[in-house]
């Protein structure tokens, strides 16, 4: 189980990067379970990511250099804190861009009924 | 409400025993239990009811998934590691080349004739002429009249001499590393003082031209003002 079922897993998991990218160029700076709180929160409950499927694509698109992360001491323990980088920035409202046409296609694709042959 | 260290310590332990051993992504998972468990104490559960909520959530198969997941970055991980274990080799190998280049040519490391019969060794031996004891400073190369006698490394030459009476016609070659080889008995001396020579290029034609019982080639090598053995330093000693 990737994510909660109140939406189907193939879907989320196309969004999985907009929501990262968004949620922090809105935030300066972030960590995993914060931002499954925050993904939580705005989407009312409706979408919860799992570690499983976060902490993979956070270290993907670290890998590819849209993040950078830095590790912070919190008492006994280490926090990863992920920021965008340059490249993240711009990346991030190319693919927010995107994502809302995408979606306000599929509306458009998906209300219309198809004209009789 | 934040967590103890030994809650921690338990915490991290049960996430062991669940599986999760991929070393650079364990902080990040025990951060991640430890805020989950802390949210539940906040609603008022005890430690150990937090806790186990959280791992609930968190189940092994998520963890497996989490795993699964996260073994491309390993691999990622190991394949830049190769890369770099191959620049290094490669690097060092390229020093090494460059180095050993360069020892070959400022090194007097090969013999100055490309045909020779050894006749006599570095050390002591019996002098041809009183038949006393005495130490040889240099080897002798028998080798026919007017064979060519080669630079055996780069360096510039500082003598050019006669003594009829002990080395006869020879020629003295400064090189790097306070390296000075000599050749003596020439019949012919090819270059002149101040002449910048290169390894392999003819200096002389053996002959017998001093103290000699026929025509041969003596050579020194002299290092930091020592006569030193001449096979000591070859290239393939």
Redesign the interface.
Known sequence: ??YCLMYRNEWLKGSLKTIILKLLSDNSRM????ITRMVEDLSENNIQL????L??AL??LE?QGLLRSE?VN???????YYSLTTKGQAEASKNLEEYFGFVRTMIVLLSNKPATT | M??T?IQ?IIIEQELRESGLDHLP?F??????I???VEANLNLGCSFQEAKQLAFEK?GP??????QK??D??LQ?NKILMKRITVAVCFIAGACLMISSFLYAQNVPSIMPLSNYEITSTFGMRTDPYTKEKRQHWGIDLKAPMGTPVLATADGIVITVENQPNGYGKYVVIEHEDNYQTRYAQLSEQNVAVGSKVTKGKVIGLVGSSGRSTGPHLHYEVIRDGKRIDPISILEDS
Do not use: W
């Open positions: 189980m990737y960590y995993g379970y914060e799992t570690e499983g499927a902490y993979p270290h993907k890998s590790k919190i008492g006994k323990r280490v926090r990863k | 934040s967590l260290e921690i992504l902080d990040e998972m025990v951060d991640h430890c805020c989950m968190l198969k998520e963890i497996n998934e989490y997941q996260t491309f970055l990622q």
